[in-house]
């Protein structure tokens, strides 16, 4: 009989130390979008729907007497729910999530932050925060990143504090939201952050006029320009609104993007964090 036991656990060599990385148990990131129930979602989007197919006589469902269950399934991977996004969500050129996305395990950092009122902090957003805005600054982020983190970064997971469970089914239509200040972007690209994950629905404000400052900081496409050929980190992803649990603790970890081969500037995803410890 064949073995089929998954593979739990493996060293690896990390920056030229060995580490043990816990393949069988990781961090799930991800809000599961449950079709029958609320929802995390942005911007005025609709739910993400799932409805059996009708096709002739065919119904799409074995309650209705069909022979499998067969659904349609309708979504905006931008809004609702966990999701990755790559440059091509700003740019007239399309560029597909799927392609950007790293196929193996990226270091990666988890830190905590507690967003700062756009009032009590000089940092800035582009257009200007109003005074009750909450900013992700790169002032809380500099005090929450390791003094000494075993291996340099490619990946950060920004957790926003409060953490509360209301984030896995929260409206954010009606609600405020913190995001980036443009000092916060330019400290993850001047660290070499190509694979940031948010734990709020976007990185820039939602009614900043169209300019999305943060993202184009973060991909480096300048202010105006929807050119592909433009932009200066194509390899680098934002996942947003994902969750990360109060039982993970801040600290260094393997990322892994999981996403499905689907087309498009933005995919829904599952971030798995992978915990290492020294060898």
């Known amino acids: 009989m064949a073995n089929t036991q998954a593979l739990q656990a493996a060293t690896l ?6 580490y043990t990385v816990d393949l069988g148990n990781p961090h799930d990131l991800a809000i599961a979008l449950d079709f029958d129930d609320v929802q995390p979602r942005w911007f005025g989007a609709p739910p993400a729907h799932s409805s059996p197919l009708a096709s002739g006589n065919f119904s799409g469902r074995v309650q209705s007497g069909a022979s ?3 659904s349609t399934v309708t979504l905006t991977p931008h809004l609702d729910g966990t999701h990755t ?10 560029m597909e ?17 507690t967003p700062t009122p756009a009032g009590g902090t000089e940092e ?3 257009p200007a925060p109003r005074a009750d805005d909450l900013l992700i600054t790169s002032a809380a982020l500099t005090r929450a990143w390791p003094a000494e983190p075993p291996f340099v970064p490619q990946a ?42 948010l734990d709020v629905p976007s990185a820039d404000r939602a009614d900043d006029g169209g300019q999305l400052s943060a993202h184009r900081e973060f991909f480096g496409l300048p202010s105006g320009s929807v050119s592909l050929a433009a932009v200066r980190r194509p390899q680098c992803t934002i996942t947003e609104l994902a969750y990360i649990d109060d039982t993970v603790a801040d600290g260094a970890y393997l990322l892994s993007l999981q996403i499905p081969a689907l087309g498009g500037d933005a995919v829904p995803s599952r971030p798995l964090l992978f915990p290492v410890h020294a060898a």
């Open 13 to 18: 060599e990390i920056d030229g130390a060995r």
């Open 68 to 70: 499998c269950n067969c």
């Open 85 to 94: 996004e790559c440059a091509g969500h700003l740019t007239l050129e399309s």
């Open 97 to 113: 999530a799927r392609k950007v996305v790293p196929a193996g395990l990226v270091k990666a950092l988890l830190v905590s932050v």
């Open 124 to 126: 800035s957003s582009r």
């Open 156 to 197: 950060l997971i920004v957790r926003t504090l409060p953490n509360t469970q209301l984030k896995r089914v929260r409206d954010y239509r009606s609600e405020p939201a913190a995001f980036l200040s443009l000092p916060a972007t330019a400290l993850l690209v001047a660290r070499g952050i190509e694979h940031l994950v």
